[in-house]
Structure formats: C-alpha cells, structure tokens
C-alpha cells in the first residue's frame, strides 16, 4: 500500500511527464525537497507500476512519455495540470481535509496535444502556429502566437499571447484551439513587451450606494473593507475578469443594487484596458 507521500509523487511524475513531455529525479527533488536517490527509486517504482508509459532518453536527461502512455494516477483532464499550475505552493494533506463539495459546472474540451506544444512555447519562447475559433468568427482561423502565461479567470482558462495576425497581446480561450499546433522558431517577443500584462491596476470597488445603510454594512464586513472601500491589485489585462468575478457591470445602469452589490469607485482609471466582449 502506498504512503500518502509516495502516491503524491507517483502522481507528480505521471503529471509532469504527461502534461509537459518529460520528467527527471531533479523535478522531483525541486518540488519535493528530497534526495536525489529517493528521486531515482521514485521514478523506477513508477516505471515498475507502469513499464510502458516512460522511457529513458539519456540526450533529455530524462524520462519521456511513450506513444503506449495509460494514465494510473492522473485523470487526463487539462483542469487537473492547470489547477496544479496555480496551486502548486499549497500542497495540502488529503487526510486533513474538511469535507466539502464544488459546483457541478460545465467542463470545458482542451486537446492534450495543444496544451503540450503550448507549454513547449512558452517554456522555450518560441513562436506556434494554430487554428483558433471564436464566436464572432466560428470558422477555423490559422495564427501564428506567441504564448508568455495561462490565465484562470474563474470558470475557464485563458492563454495570454502575442498575436501576429492582430499585432497585439491577446487572450485565447484555451477550449477554442483547434488542430494540431505546430511549434516554430525561438522569438524575443516575450511577456515584458506586454503593457496590459505589466501595467498593474488598483480597482477600487463600494457598496452600491443605492443600497441602505444597513446593507451597505454587510457588504463592508463580508469584504472586510477599509474606511468603506475594498482594494483589489491586477494586471490591467485583467481588470475586465475582475470585474466579471465581482459581478460588477460599468455599462448597465438599470442593474438593481441588490443583484450588483457593488461598484467601481475609479471608472476612469480603469475603463481605456476593459474591451468588448466578443469571443
């Protein structure tokens, strides 16, 4: 039977190596603060549980996935990496979690094949090409990106990139790729050049002031505001997700102060990085 520890790793190695194409004991001695031969017996219990999923490339220095790959521990769905993308600094003792329950919410369809040659690019800083669709445009559009990061607004996940058909940083809903993405040449555009990702945005939000007193007081707890003010730090490409989370609406004036709650104190500032949204 394994340890709790143990299966934390195996499950690590499965992950890494599925979702990113390679795995090595140095992954596992970063992530997990062991030896390096601790590492090895790891990787050779793994490869002892599932002889056909990793071979040994000595020119990666690495173990790499084969074409035979069958998951034993992780579930293949592309939430599961990203979550771990996000989440990888609070690694929480399954034995000493509360009880609890998620939303039963829509998952949304991200090719594995895609995923990898993304992760491939923003790693390495290089160029792909792929189609990509979108409401306003349904019909298979080829572009050529630059990816820099992967950006989780709450009920789905974005990747912020450099467009060369639009001349401009964009983000791109992962579930809308489409193809078999082909990974190009090494490029010095990178996340710097990014003023929407580097320009960092205050967003000052209030209890809408239609709201009594009373009500108001309430919304100032639940966020324990300061002085009847909450403060929220972002990039400024992300300002327009925030707002989304918060249920804030700029434009609709009608929206009644119970279902909004809250508002945008700094409009101004805040407007010239929200866009339409299209896709």
């Known amino acids: 039977m394994l ?18 194409g390679r795995i090595s004991a140095s992954h596992l001695i970063k ?7 601790q590492a090895q017996q790891d990787l050779q219990y793994y490869r002892q549980l599932a002889p056909a999923n990793l071979l040994y490339h000595a020119s990666y220095k690495s173990y790499l996935p084969q074409s035979s790959f069958i998951a034993q521990f992780i579930n293949g769905d ?29 998952t949304r369809q991200v090719s594995a094949d895609i995923i990898r040659v993304l992760v491939s690019a923003i790693r390495q800083q290089r160029r792909v090409e792929v189609d ?5 445009n349904p019909d298979r559009q080829g572009r050529i990106i630059v990816p820099h990061h992967f950006v989780s ?15 401009q940083y964009r983000d791109f809903v992962l579930s809308r790729f489409r193809g078999q993405p082909d990974l190009m040449n090494k490029t010095h555009i990178s996340a710097a050049q990014d003023s929407g990702w580097t320009t960092k945005l205050c967003l000052e939000f209030r209890p809408d002031p239609r709201l009594k007193p009373e009500q108001q007081e309430v919304l100032a707890h639940d966020y324990q505001m300061q ?4 403060h929220i730090h ?5 300002a327009q997700y925030v707002l989304q989370e918060m249920q804030v609406n700029i434009r609709d004036i009608n929206i009644s102060p119970e279902a909004q709650q809250l508002v945008l104190s700094n409009v101004d500032a805040v407007k010239p990085w929200l866009f339409e949204e299209k896709s």
Do not use: M
């Open 3 to 20: 340890s709790i520890n143990q299966d934390k790793r195996l499950w690590f190695i499965e992950l890494i190596a599925w979702w990113e």
């Open 31 to 37: 992530q997990f603060a062991i030896s390096r031969t």
């Open 78 to 106: 592309v939430v599961e990496y990203l979550n771990w993308i996000s989440h990888q600094d609070a690694i929480t003792d399954v034995s000493t979690a509360l009880p609890h329950t998620t939303l039963a919410l829509p």
């Open 132 to 136: 990509y669709v979108s409401v306003t």
């Open 153 to 167: 607004t709450g009920l789905r996940w974005h990747l912020r990139a450099f467009c060369e058909k639009s001349n």
């Open 227 to 230: 002085h009847g003010k909450l």
């Open 234 to 238: 972002t990039r400024a490409c992300l």
